[in-house]
């Protein structure tokens, strides 16, 4: 079993940026982050997995340009900076795990089994 925790979500303006930080209490392969907007289903926002010793993201089309998923694989920690807001990146935004390895890491809600608890970003026009 692997306890994820994330931190770093708050409320900011159109434009403004935050980082997301994710601590896993053990190495897992693979990590990401999706998010759930009130109404809406979760969604993968990037993930990244460690292939040969590189690590390769993924974005969503919807993010791609503006977040970037990078991870601290000594801290086994995953962050996701997320810059130039905007009020449609309002939600929770969660942490996952999983324990396999791929060159294009999946963005499925599925392919994950270790979650956090989530830690909310909203953005306000």
């Known amino acids: 079993q692997v306890r994820l925790v994330e931190s770093g979500g708050g409320s900011v303006q159109r434009g403004e940026d935050l980082r997301l930080s994710c601590v896993a209490s053990?190495?897992?392969?693979?990590m990401a982050w999706f998010r759930q907007a009130k109404g809406k289903e979760r969604e993968g926002v990037a993930a990244?997995?460690?292939?040969?010793?590189?690590?390769?993201?993924a974005y969503s089309d919807s993010v791609t340009g503006r977040f970037t998923v990078y991870r601290d694989n000594a801290k086994n920690t995953l962050y996701l900076q997320m810059n130039s807001l905007q009020p449609e990146d309002t939600a929770m935004y969660y942490c996952?795990?999983?324990?396999?390895?791929?060159?294009?890491?999946?963005?499925?809600?599925?392919?994950?089994?270790?979650w956090g608890q989530g830690t909310q970003v909203t953005v306000s026009s």
């Open positions: 990244v997995s460690l292939w040969l010793n590189t690590n390769y993201p």
């Open positions: 053990g190495h897992v392969p693979s």
């Open positions: 996952a795990a999983a324990s396999w390895s791929a060159l294009r890491p999946s963005l499925a809600v599925s392919a994950y089994h270790f």
